[in-house]
């Protein structure tokens, strides 16, 4: 009897507990919460970024060229598409040195970093250190440097030797990326596959690539982030009709900043959220094997 007593009690403790606990949620939900400082820093951080770019997309609507809004108009936007072919040129000389170079440097970082991660070499540490420089120097030191070597060797100024300097300052982050996705791997894969009789190809290609894949996608849109928006290397190693978008857009503001850029940027902004919704999927699906 005193057995069921107590076990009664303690479930009616349970359930007044229970019933307090709903009180209080109630309660609190009653009250508007106030924000905290951290959330109160936050919210006036993301006004910070954010609002440039709302002025920017609002005004690329404005019929006028300056400031003041005189009322909207999309004639900024027909004057994008029908009326701004050198422009569209440098946008899509951005994107090819963008893609190639990414690419190249994808591919270089990757089999980089799984070479100086699986091997044991007596330059291993030279290796790696030398590999992080791009990311450390001064980009103005990067692009005199490059620019003197191109004059030394006799090669012409032109895409190539921007999409030869593009990649020489993204395989640092491809190559840290990829580092990081193998410090995390569990070697026993690799014995097990040679076990099964994996050669070293089919080791690399069937399961270390794979697994590195989440590493590898990261770098490779990293890259293409950098390279699009590079300024400074760019202005030293572009030659006469190899001009991309940063440097086009840099001698059209000393005349004044053209509603036309305002337009291109709003279109790169949605297709860059349109690029980013697509990937996100993706990148999930590729994260989680």
């Given at each position: 009897?005193n057995?069921?007593n ?42 910070f970024?954010?609002l ?12 006028s ?6 009322g ?8 994008l ?9 440098a ?7 963008a ?42 030191i ?30 640092p982050?491809?190559f ?17 596959a ?12 069937k399961?270390?690539?794979p ?37 086009y ?7 004044g ?9 709003v ?23």
């Amino acid at each position: 009897m005193n057995s069921k007593n107590g076990i009664l009690a303690v479930i009616t403790s349970f359930k007044l507990g229970q019933s307090q606990g709903e009180a209080s949620r109630h309660a609190k939900r009653a009250f508007p919460r106030h924000f905290s400082f951290s959330e109160t820093i936050f919210i006036v951080t993301i006004v910070f970024l954010f609002l440039p770019l709302l002025v920017l997309i609002l005004y690329s609507f404005n019929t006028s060229k300056g400031m003041k809004w005189t009322g909207f108009s999309l004639v900024w936007y027909e004057q994008l598409f029908l009326h701004s072919r050198d422009l569209w040129r440098a946008f899509w000389n951005s994107i090819f040195i963008a893609v190639s170079s990414a690419a190249t440097a994808t591919v270089l970082g990757t089999l980089g970093a799984i070479g100086v991660n699986w091997y044991r070499f007596k330059l291993r540490n030279y290796v790696q250190a030398v590999s992080f420089l791009p990311m450390v120097l001064p980009e103005i030191i990067i692009g005199v440097s490059l620019s003197i070597f191109f004059a030394g060797v006799g090669m012409k100024l032109g895409l190539l030797t921007i999409f030869i300097a593009h990649t020489t300052f993204n395989l640092p982050f491809v190559f840290l990326m990829v580092m990081a996705r193998l410090d995390e791997f569990d070697f026993s894969i690799i014995e097990a596959a040679h076990d099964l009789g994996a050669g070293e190809g089919q080791t690399l290609w069937k399961v270390t690539i794979p697994i590195c894949m989440p590493g590898i996608v990261s770098g490779f849109l990293t890259a293409i982030t950098i390279s699009l928006e590079d300024f400074v290397i760019t202005y030293f190693v572009a030659g006469p009709g190899s001009s991309t978008l940063p440097l086009y857009i840099y001698s059209a503001i000393r005349f004044g900043v053209s509603p036309v850029i305002n337009a291109l940027s709003v279109v790169m902004i949605l297709g860059t959220v349109l690029l980013t919704y697509l990937l996100r999927n993706f990148l999930k699906y590729i994260a989680a094997k």
